[in-house]
């Protein structure tokens, strides 16, 4: 990578924004200042869509955005879904198939259109997401499946994170990705080949930008990738160990503006 980024990614919860959810003054500034010069900020998260307005209200500008781990490329501005690469019906039936077999008392819920909207067995605990018009249960275990979805997400009670991507991911191979950005034991599951760095790849080549001039920031193991891809990858410090063993530089935790104090030593701007 050059002296200057070209592009700069950044990952959403526990990285560009504090623990209770809000985006500091500073960093809001920060993100403003490099779009108003020319810098595409872009913001790749596991997030679905519909999770995107509580951060734009605190940015001056709504910024592009890579969603569901990868599986969704949004542009806020004509609220228009890009590009989408969800799991087709007869592989969430089979994912789900071998994931009852492999783990007893499991239960799932979908992301569907693209993320704007969500479904879960009843049985499937629900921790943020309460918009019953967005989000709701579905009667049978097929009609579950029965749509394209661009996440199955997975819970079996309390489980250690790590240990229950590990089951999974092995249970899926060769057929999905399994990840997970969460401390409770979720596992965030996508079709084959679908992660942060291919859904940013494909951003990055729509706006002719090589992997080479990325800067990119996370925390959990769904950022691995992405920072694996780019020209610079950087942990902030609060992240997962697996993060910090393959970023390039750690800046300071989310809760330190450690993005911002970043993106204004590279850029200059303060």
Known sequence: MGDTPRLVATDIDGTLIRDDRTLSPRTADVLARLTARGTPVVLVTGRPVRWLQMVYDQLAEPLPAVCANG????????????????????????VAERLRAEVPGISFAVEILDSREMRHEAHYPLRWDADHDLIRPVETPEE????????????????DPD?????????VAGLAEATHSSSSGLVEISAA??????GLDWYCDRVGVAAADVLAFGDMPNDVPMLSWAGRGVAVANAHPAVLAVADEVTGANSEDGVAAYLEKVFGVD
């Open 144 to 159: 579950l499946l029965s749509l394209p979805a661009v996440k199955l997400l997975a819970r079996a009670g309390e489980q």
């Open 163 to 171: 240990a229950f991507v590990a089951l999974i991911g092995a249970a």
């Open 71 to 94: 599986a969704v490329v949004y542009d806020p501005v004509r609220d228009e879904v890009l590009r989408a690469d969800p799991l087709a019906p007869q592989h969430l039936a089979e």
């Open 193 to 198: 080949g679908v992660t942060k760095a291919a």
